[in-house]
T-cell receptor, first 108, second 111 residues
Framework: KNEVEQSPQNLTAQEGEFITINCSYS?????LHWLQQHPGGGIVSLFM???GKKKHGRLIATINIQEKHSSLHITASHPRDSAVYIC??????????FGKGTKLSVKP | KAGVTQTPRYLIKTRGQQVTLSCSPI?????VSWYQQTPGQGLQFLFE???????NKGNFPGRFSGRQFSNSRSEMNVSTLELGDSALYLC??????????FGPGTRLTVL
């Protein structure tokens, strides 16, 4: 069993829809990261959180430490949100452990 | 503020050769982490350097090594290349305890 599980693996949405991507982890963590990777490889760090909720524009990230679960929400999705979204947790050894990613495609 | 830069962006090598990749962090950042991304394994942590010292290390063989210089620039070296080392190698910089900023990556192909 992977230490970081994401769901769904693939997601297709229509422009304007509300999107949720989930991340569950089984290890103790110092922080959880949400990353966005566009075709071509560039990675952007969206959020780093250790508790509660963070919001940036149309993106919202939440984490429940007791349940070892985090969600990334995108409101009013747009085709430019099409990317792979990756959840990563900061492990006890200071490394990052990554999920396999969720490939999101938003259709106009 | 300039972002994280990596050189070269693309590299083709043959089995048995060695390769050195370079990463220049954002000015003021003292931490540089290296990651390998492959279609099969996804993103995996290689190692992290902070103020010229290796602070953390992932589960990779000794053929993978790195170092960090006093100006925080970092290099990663892979010796005796294998076909399975073909990957996108990403570095990321941070102040050491917060958000990481990723470079564009170096795509290494081993023939």
């Amino acid at each position: 069993k992977n230490e970081v599980e994401q769901s769904p693996q693939n997601l297709t949405a229509q422009e304007g829809e509300f999107i949720t991507i989930n991340c569950s982890y089984s290890v103790g963590i110092s922080a959880l990261h949400w990353l966005q990777q566009h075709p071509g490889g560039g990675i952007v760090s969206l959020f780093m959180l250790s508790s509660g909720k963070k919001k940036h524009g149309r993106l919202i990230a939440t984490i429940n430490i007791q349940e070892k679960h985090s969600s990334l929400h995108i409101t009013a999705s747009h085709p430019r949100d099409s990317a792979v979204y990756i959840c990563a947790v900061g492990g006890s050894q200071g490394n990052l452990i990554f999920g396999k990613g969720t490939k999101l495609s938003v259709k106009p | 503020k300039a972002g994280v830069t990596q050189t070269p962006r693309y590299l083709i090598k043959t089995r048995g050769q060695q390769v050195t990749l370079s990463c220049s962090p954002i000015s003021g950042h003292r931490s540089v982490s290296w990651y390998q991304q492959t279609p099969g394994q996804g993103l995996q942590f290689l190692f992290e350097y902070f103020s010229e010292t290796q602070r953390n290390k992932g589960n990779f063989p000794g053929r993978f090594s790195g170092r960090q210089f006093s100006n925080s620039r970092s290099e990663m070296n892979v010796s005796t290349l294998e076909l399975g080392d073909s990957a996108l190698y990403l570095c990321a910089s941070s102040r050491g305890w917060d958000t990481q900023y990723f470079g564009p990556g170096t795509r290494l192909t081993v023939l």
